[in-house]
């Protein structure tokens, strides 16, 4: 703003940078339309220089006497503005007037066919709410959706990953990325009973507490080993709800895939022992003395231990025993199955004369033709060291040695390619017309294995263990003429 003597005179400042014909033109208009304007008392006002050439431009001043502009020159001042300010708009940023509105000046620019700058072209449109169901990839739209870790679903498409389902509940289960119903959750995870059915409850800390068996990997409530459920003489295993057991009448049960080969009376188990003294022979162990062999009942073993004066017996089921001079109850005619026990049953007294070291074996009946011969296996074992002079062995050296035999005995019948030329009578059902034995019986047969080998007595368990590394090492032979000389197993 300038000033001349008391006459105040206003003015609207412009930029520019460069001069164009419409600046020319309208340096021209003012000069034209205000020369008689720019003296005041006499007084010329100093021109202004504005820009970086020069141009020499006169602000527009409003006169003392009021005199307003013809209508002719407000419409020539009204267009010079508009093409002013179109021609900002061509610029570059920073040059002129420029929007606020981003939009607007988009717009404008994109309008502008001569521009030299690249036209503006708006990346697609997507609306804040865009998203795309993880189930079937389709756009979810403006419909009820899902959200679940980050992902967005139809309400159909969030399914149950086990019944494939949609879940529908306001709560489910997720494992990993993998949404579950609850229920179906609960099926694939928490285990069950195998001899109830039922979910294993949880214990009074709400952790899931069970039992399972070693080998047959049976998953069970703990209070099943306390509840009277019957509990297989051979397998071990526990009767289910939709089981049934057969009752051997001494307090014992069998399940149904060890009666297939049990063995019930004397008679039926004559075949097998003879077969077992012919594998000690083939071993150069031969039996000289007829050692009797009966089957007995529960009761009548029990006695005969507490007859035997000699012997070590830590098992609490005991079912074999090498017999001195007695008389016992032995089986006579095998039973019949009457509804779940047995009935018929005959048994005959027989008196036992001692004429060698050892007056009989005997075994418990009712048990699978495997674990049978396992048994007499063990006992004849025992009468074998008796006969050969080997005396006063502790229970580790003794019972150790015996279970060895007991196990190669196992390993020689289930191995692949053996026969059950022994088989007895009963058992016919779990052999095939081969001769080969059943898939049943070889799985038993590898479950008495892992009763031996697994055994955690000190005289069965670890006594095997030592007497059956020596023999690995040495051999029977040099392992049996170890133990005649020391009375221990070579290390």
């Known amino acids: 703003m300038s000033s001349s003597g008391n006459v105040s005179h206003l003015s609207q400042p412009c930029t520019y940078e460069r001069k164009s014909w419409f600046m020319r033109w309208l340096s021209r208009l003012f000069k034209g339309g205000s020369s008689n304007r720019g003296q005041v008392g006499g007084t010329r006002r100093p021109p202004q220089f504005i820009g970086d050439e020069n141009m020499v431009l006169r602000a527009p001043v409003r006169s003392l006497d009021n005199h307003s502009r013809t209508d002719k020159e407000k419409e020539e001042l009204d267009r010079a503005i508009s093409l002013s300010l179109a021609e900002g708009l061509k610029k570059p940023n920073g040059f002129g007037w420029r929007p606020n509105d981003e939009d607007n000046h988009a717009k404008a620019v994109q309008d ?109 409530c703990p209070v099943h080993e306390h509840d009277n459920t019957a509990r297989c003489c051979s397998c071990e295993r526990l009767e289910s709800v939709n089981g049934r057991y057969v009752s051997l009448g001494d307090g ?95 048994t005959q007294p027989q008196k036992l004369t001692r004429r060698c070291e050892v007056t009989a074996i005997l075994v418990l009946y009712g048990l699978p033709r495997l674990l049978t011969g396992a048994i007499l296996a063990h006992e004849l074992m025992h009468s074998w060291l008796r006969f050969n002079g080997y005396r006063n062995l502790n229970p580790e050296v003794e019972e150790g040695i015996c279970q060895v035999l007991s196990y190669m005995w196992l390993e020689s019948e289930i191995m692949p390619g053996s026969s059950s030329t022994s088989a007895a009578p009963s ?19 590898e ?41 221990s197993v070579p290390l």
């Open 252 to 346: 014992r049960s069998i399940c149904l895939e060890c009666m297939e080969s049990a063995i019930m009376d004397t008679g039926d188990c004559q075949p097998l022992y003879h077969t077992i003294r012919d594998y000690y022979e083939g071993m150069n162990m031969r039996l000289d003395q007829q050692i009797p062999m009966l089957l007995v009942e529960r009761q009548a073993l029990n006695e005969a231990i507490v007859g035997e004066k000699h012997g070590f017996h830590h098992m609490p089921e005991t079912r074999g025993l090498c017999l001195s001079e007695q008389t016992v109850e032995s089986i006579l005619k095998r039973p019949k199955i009457g509804g779940h026990g047995l009935i018929g049953m005959r």
């Open 447 to 487: 479950f008495f294995k892992h009763q031996i080998a697994n055994d955690s007595s000190a005289a069965y368990g670890g006594g095997f263990r030592a007497a059956n590394a020596a023999v690995n090492m040495y051999g029977l032979r040099r392992t049996l003429d170890h133990i005649r000389l020391t009375g």
């Open 427 to 445: 058992s016919s059902s779990s052999v095939s017309k081969k001769g080969g034995k059943s898939r049943v019986e070889n799985k038993l047969g």
């Open 112 to 220: 502008d066919h001569h521009s030299s700058y690249a036209p503006y072209v708006p990346r697609e449109y997507q609306p804040m709410g865009y998203r795309v169901c993880g189930g079937c990839n389709r756009d979810i739209g403006y419909g009820n959706y899902l959200g679940c870790m980050g992902t967005f679903f139809h309400p159909e498409c969030f399914c149950c990953r086990a019944c494939r389902y949609p879940i529908t509940e306001h709560e489910f289960s997720l494992s990993g990325k993998d949404a579950y119903h609850k229920t179906c959750f609960k099926e694939l995870t928490h285990p069950k009973c195998e001899v109830c059915f039922q979910f294993i409850p949880t214990n009074g800390a709400g952790l899931i507490e069970y039992r399972c068996h070693p080998f047959w990997s049976q998953k069970y």
